[in-house]
């Protein structure tokens, strides 16, 4: 048995270095250059498997020097097995017949085949198995001829080398061994670029940032709160352990455990005397914790934390995000910054009394938004009853139309956004899908994607008291239906009374903001929830998502008039204002009494020489010629062609057809100047 592992060891250290001296061989060929075959063609072999699949007749012819016919070998059974061309030696199965030392047992038997007389460098150490060599990229990056396959041109065997200092790269696990083809992509047209105009955003530097705050802030002075607060309920006949601290940017959220048999009812009726023992402004009991076996009890803090909106925007929540209308609250509790997706809220309320921080948080919304997404992505509609507050943002391109200010075009926009919820589901429909991502994935590639749209309302109030019948019945249809569609409300008000926000607004919009508050009435209005009466103001909210019935405590993030006018001017430098004159013309005409409406009617259009000038050149008229050409919408484009048939310079419809011109470039400028003569 020895003797046999002995001669077994010994055949196969053989039978490697063989091995390795045909591996050598192969390395010392010249390289071929790849060719294009047609799928019947066979794979063109090298001279060594050329060599070994001969048939046996021509083997015949062949040197004595050349390897031998190996003998055929039995199998399991016994029975004799014809010889197959192998492209190395092989190994022998553990129950084959070994030959005796004076039976096909030499040297010649095992040889390789050799055909080359250059010597073989020693020492040989093959390539390390999974990677490129440089000297192997070297070689392999000789001229080739080049293979193109429609619009990917492929280069075989061209490679970038690597730096030296490189580290080396593995090859994907199917391809180890492989030469990976350089593929170079068409360029896109240049006329594609420059019809869409890149949106340039505003840089983060035109934010500033929060001031630090000095160490050792609030430690000591937590620790004797905590003291304090744990000693005034023990005064009260309440044991309680102290099991954590959360120190906010406004409030410091104690956390107690309550003694086995106390009632929670019995620590949250003792707020006003924590008040009194601890000199603080409110104390506000979240009884209990959500997901805690503890009582929390907020205690303001001696200084304020300013939240940065550009801090919440540089954080890695605001830069993970994927949505386009993520926007910044501010900093919770625990420190952590708070990011919210108003296309899952996907309509929020916010009430607060003046000073409370309501137009900072709306101002901080539309920033984010700015510095989030394009105008093709995102849509705005900003009504703004005070005239004032969103001014600022006139000129931007995400604006549909200039900000409404008037509250009877307001109540004409909305309509507007109803109209066009409506028109976004039929084509939802046409194309089989249910809401507008399903829209965006089913277009054509280089179609125009359908933007989300976000409507912000800055004080309901005031629409309530002109028009109620029509704004309460335009928002509550837009918030059943528009979440789909990608349409999404913003509205605040200053007061939360219950005619204001009605039963029916209030059940279809589930994302509440909550500022401070006059009274434990307006804080149950808003969110259904005693609390709110007890925040500090100057940014301090509850912030109550889609969902949760459990308010969250939220210093909302702080941007400044500077900084809002900094980003606007940046915008609109850059970029020009586009409006939709359709939506403009809709919303003006709903201010216009029944004389103007028909005085407007019987005036042209002031573009109508412009149309005409294009249908003439074009020697046909259509509605959509004129929507690419002079970039208006279907509606206008439509009054143009029809003021046109009526004025004799196009003919009537029919069908689908285009229009005729009826009239030359000279009779249209006679015609002209005799109207404005007259």
Known sequence: MRDWIAQRNERRADENFELDRQTAYEAELPPQPPRRRAPHQAREQSPVVQERARPAAKQEQRPQSRRPARPASEDLQGAPSEPKPRSKPRRRMYNEVIPESGEDASEEAFSPVVT??????????????????????????????????????????????????????????????????????????????????????????????????????????????????????????????????????????????????????????????????????????????????????????????TVALRDVLESAEARRHPSRVAVGLGKDNSGRYIVADIAKMPHVLIAGQTGSGKSVCINALIISILYRATPDEVKLILIDPKVVELSVYNGIPHLIAPVVTDPKKAASALEWAVSEMSTRYKKFAERGVRDIKGYNKALPEGEKQMPQMVIIIDELADLMMVAPGEVEESICRLAQLARAAGMHLVIATQRPSVNVITGVIKANIPTRIAFSVASQVDSRTMIDHGGAEKLLGNGDMLFVPSGINKPMRVQGAWVSDQEVHQVTEYIKTRHETSYDEDVVEKINQSVLSDAEKEEAAQEYDPRLAEAVEIVIEAGQASISMLQRRMRVGYARAGRLIDEMAQRGIVSEADGAKPRNVLVTREQFEQMFEDEEDA
Do not use: M, W
């Not at 000297?135 to 990917?152: F, I, R, T, V, Y």
């Not at 696990?173 to 047209?189: M, T, V």
């Not at 956390?255 to 603080?280: C, F, H, M, W």
């Open 116 to 305: 080359s007389t250059s010597p073989i460098p020693e020492p040989f150490k093959p390539a390390r198995p999974g990677r490129l060599s440089k000297a192997g990229l070297e070689k392999s990056a000789e001229k080739a001829p080049e293979e193109s396959s429609g619009d990917l041109t492929i280069e075989p065997d061209e490679y970038e080398l690597p730096d030296e200092d490189a580290a080396p790269f593995d090859l994907p696990s199917s391809r180890k061994g492989k030469p990976l083809p350089k593929i170079k992509r068409p360029a896109a047209p240049a006329a594609q670029e420059e019809e869409e105009e890149a949106y340039n955003y505003p840089p983060i530097d035109l934010l500033s940032n929060a001031e630090p705050l000095q160490e050792g802030h609030g430690k000591e002075a937590d620790l004797e709160k905590a003291r304090l607060l744990c000693d005034t309920l023990k005064s009260f006949g309440i044991d309680t352990r102290l099991t954590g601290i959360a120190h906010g940017p406004a409030v410091t959220r104690f956390e107690l455990q309550p003694a086995p048999g106390v009632k929670v009812s019995r620590i949250t009726a003792l707020s006003d005397d924590i008040a009194l023992n601890l000199a603080a402004e409110s104390v506000r009991i979240e009884a209990p914790i959500p997901g805690k076996a503890a009582v929390g009890v907020e205690i303001p803090n001696d200084h304020v934390e």
